[in-house]
């Protein structure tokens, strides 16, 4: 026997993870650890909170993890509550569809992470590190490859915020999610492995 390792090809569930009203939210999903980078997420809102308030925009910091308590007290500390809510663990499939903006931020690959492909599905502009195979998923038209520090993440939230003026971007990114995360796929993929 070879002993060999397969990137998995992600899939969504389209009855869930599809755009619905969309609002002035800006998520970051995942476990609140050092490789995701929480941290910096909130330092980058923290830049351009005026800007932000300005827009009328919401962030939401969903996970939880070592970082929690860190991050909850740098929002508290900046006073910047007003426009961060930092909730635990949230059911993406009842956030992503309603935001706008989307933060996949971790240090080796955003690929196949499972909450940028739903973010992806349900229409958001997303902003990723680029890193590993992350080009897979993210397109220029319906979002940015960024270096992972504070200013970039900073810059790449204003830019989101005014492509999202128009979402025009949706209907690619939709049409971009239906082609490449259906369970099809995943099928043909295993199959394949397991009769080679």
């Given at each position: 026997h070879?002993?060999?390792?397969?990137?998995?090809?992600?899939?969504?569930?389209?009855?869930?993870?599809?755009?619905?009203?969309?609002?002035?939210?800006?998520v970051f999903l995942g476990r609140m650890i050092p490789i995701k980078h929480p941290m910096e997420a909130v330092m980058a809102v923290f830049q351009v909170k005026e800007f932000?308030?300005?827009n009328k925009y919401k962030v939401i910091i969903g996970g939880s993890g070592i970082l929690l308590d860190k991050v909850?007290?740098?929002?508290?500390?900046?006073?910047?509550?007003?426009?961060?809510?930092?909730?635990?663990?949230?059911?993406?499939?009842?956030l992503l569809t309603n935001a706008k903006i989307f933060l996949s931020l971790q240090d080796f690959n955003n690929y196949p992470s499972q909450a940028l492909i739903e973010a992806i599905s349900c229409g958001c502009w997303c902003i990723a590190t680029d890193v590993g195979e992350t080009?897979?998923?993210?397109?220029?038209?319906?979002?940015?490859?960024?270096?992972?520090?504070?200013?970039?993440?900073?810059?790449?939230?204003?830019?989101?915020?005014?492509?999202?003026?128009?979402?025009?971007?949706?209907e690619s990114e939709i049409q971009f999610a239906k082609e490449n995360f259906n369970i099809q796929?995943?099928?043909?993929?295993?199959s394949y492995i397991i009769n080679e």
């Open positions: 070879i002993k060999c390792t397969a990137t998995p090809i992600p899939f969504t569930d389209p009855n869930l993870f599809y755009p619905k009203e969309k609002k002035n939210l800006i932000l308030r300005k909850r007290d740098y929002v508290n500390e900046n006073n910047i509550s007003d426009i961060v809510d930092i909730p635990g663990y949230v059911d993406s499939s009842k080009s897979l998923l993210i397109k220029e038209e319906f979002g940015d490859l960024i270096d992972l520090n504070v200013n970039s993440i900073a810059q790449a939230l204003v830019k989101a915020v005014h492509k999202c003026e128009k979402m025009d971007f949706i796929n995943s099928i043909k993929y295993y």
